[in-house]
T-cell receptor, first 116, second 115 residues
Framework: AQSVAQPEDQVNVAEGNPLTVKCTYS??????LFWYVQYPNRGLQFLLK??????LVKGSYGFEAEFNKSQTSFHLKKPSALVSDSALYFCAVRDIRMDSSYKLIFGSGTRLLVRP | EADIYQTPRYLVIGTGKKITLECSQTMGHDKMYWYQQDPGMELHLIHY???????EKGDLSSESTVSRIRTEHFPLTLESARPSHTSQYLC??????????????FGEGSRLTVL
């Protein structure tokens, strides 16, 4: 069965400092991995995805994520946080062997709070 | 740029009323989804559709129903709303392109409050 875990309900970081939002996954085959961001009273916005190839994926708004197969992790990172990065972040996985199912499995979400 | 629209954005209604949340996309996607998001943030898939006249129940049981008569339209209906239905409802779609990665495009959400 597919699953994804975001172990932190909230991450606090000072503006200008690097940030990491953690995500681990479990799939039986090779994963497609995604990060989404949600601002208050809005839908989810796509940030980046890992399909294959380079383990470091660059996305929108200066975010990047590193795929680590041995640790089954896909942590979201940014070198220098902005107050405007404060939002909810969701990790999601799709097992590419399950081609009949296009459902993404979402983590429980992590609230990022960047203080000035 | 994703083109998926939800109406209404906000709805406050009384118990027992019938409501329909609209979702339309102009991208020609054949796959569409409804997620319910509780105040604790988690997303729960309640319905999905892989094409016209195809609908399936999601992972979370829901008293709502959906229909897919046209590719671009995936409305969600509650026949008799109750306070327990108070939630944010998010519609999404994904590409039907062969070998597509399955990333979802989301609407802005419909926040339903049942008094």
């Amino acid at each position: 069965a597919q699953s994804v875990a975001q172990p932190e309900d909230q991450v606090n970081v000072a503006e200008g400092n690097p940030l990491t939002v953690k995500c681990t996954y479990s799939v039986s085959g090779n994963p497609y991995l995604f990060w989404y961001v949600q601002y208050p009273n809005r839908g989810l916005q796509f940030l980046l995805k890992y399909i294959t190839g380079d383990n470091l994926v660059k996305g929108s708004y200066g975010f990047e994520a590193e795929f680590n197969k041995s640790q089954t992790s896909f942590h979201l990172k940014k070198p220098s946080a902005l107050v405007s990065d404060s939002a909810l972040y969701f990790c999601a996985v799709r097992d590419i062997r399950m081609d009949s199912s296009y459902k993404l499995i979402f983590g429980s979400g992590t609230r990022l709070l960047v203080r000035p | 740029e994703a083109d998926i629209y939800q109406t209404p954005r906000y709805l406050v209604i009384g118990t027992g009323k019938k409501i329909t949340l609209e979702c339309s996309q102009t991208m020609g996607h054949d796959k569409m989804y409804w997620y319910q998001q509780d105040p604790g943030m988690e997303l729960h898939l309640i319905h999905y559709s892989y094409g016209v006249n195809s609908t399936e129940k999601g992972d979370l049981s829901s008293e709502s129903t959906v229909s897919r008569i046209r590719t671009e339209h995936f409305p969600l209906t509650l026949e008799s709303a109750r306070p327990s239905h108070t939630s944010q409802y998010l519609c999404a779609s994904s590409s039907n392109r062969q070998g597509g990665t399955g990333e979802l495009f989301f609407g802005e959400g419909s926040r339903l409050t049942v008094l």
